[in-house]
């Protein structure tokens, strides 16, 4: 657990104990990451017959994979794509 203090510019506005997590970051490609991100969802997308592609390439340098999970769950609202 961290002690977390937010501070605005006219003083302390909230502080409290919170449970923190360092993020692993390092470089990675954009069209990897997507890559990792679709993992979860291809069989669905492949049943309801829809399709991502995966375009461009850049460098990024993130935490891939809680970013990967981020970009998943932003794909299934896109796509609606979800188990059940």
Not at 18 to 25: E, H, N, T
Not at 41 to 59: C, H
Request: aromatic share 8%.
């Amino acid at each position: 657990m961290k002690r977390i203090l937010i501070v605005e510019d006219d003083g302390i506005i909230a502080s409290g104990l919170a449970y923190a997590f360092d993020l692993d970051r390092e470089h990675i490609r954009s069209c990897d990451l997507a890559s990792l991100a679709l993992e979860p969802v291809l069989i669905l997308l492949d049943v309801k017959n829809q399709r991502a592609e995966i375009f461009g390439e850049t460098e990024l340098f993130c935490d891939k994979h809680w970013t990967a999970e981020a970009l998943t769950n932003v794909i299934k609202k896109r796509f609606r794509v979800f188990a059940g």
